[in-house]
């Protein structure tokens, strides 16, 4: 309830986004991390302000901001948003493998039916060295690939 009042202040009145957004300079990294996640939960999809700065925070030095970041987006970005489906599967390299599932998860969310760079970025990662990876990235796969056109992967 109170995140839907927020919401609708947003709307009548665009400091109120600023406010918020002024924290992701905050000196602490769980501020960053908490206005990362309101910001995701009181902007309309699509906001190409908040997508930029959320898109700004995907890299930050702090494991959890960067992670809020990346989950913030699915939320955030509109459904097929090329810089941002972009942005996401450059993180499919990432040296932490939490940034790598977390990203997996997003392209979900934000890739379209048949996106060929997330589709890609996918098929890599169900070869990651790190074995929770892989039915992250089959089930990331399964939401990208229309299923009419037979099995992705042997079994």
Do not use: Y
């Not at 990294?29 to 190409?48: C, H, L, Q």
């Amino acid at each position: 309830f109170a995140l839907e009042q927020l919401a609708a202040l947003v709307e009548e009145d665009t400091s109120v986004l600023e406010g918020v957004i002024g924290h992701l300079e905050s000196k602490s990294a769980k501020t960053r991390e908490t206005a990362v996640w309101a910001i995701s939960r009181i902007v309309v999809k699509g906001n190409t302000d908040a997508v930029s700065r959320i898109l700004t925070r995907i890299e930050h030095t702090v494991p959890q901001v960067r992670l809020s970041a990346l989950a913030a987006l699915s939320q955030v970005a509109h459904k097929g948003d090329r810089e941002t489906v972009a942005a996401i599967v450059k993180r499919l390299s990432h040296a932490d493998w939490q940034v790598r599932e977390v990203a997996a998860d997003a392209l979900a969310q934000i890739s379209g039916l048949g996106d060929g760079v997330a589709i890609e970025g996918l098929i890599g990662l169900m070869c990651d060295k790190d074995w929770r990876l892989r039915p992250v990235a089959i089930e990331a796969l399964e939401t990208l690939v229309d299923r009419s056109v037979g099995a992705l992967v042997p079994l």
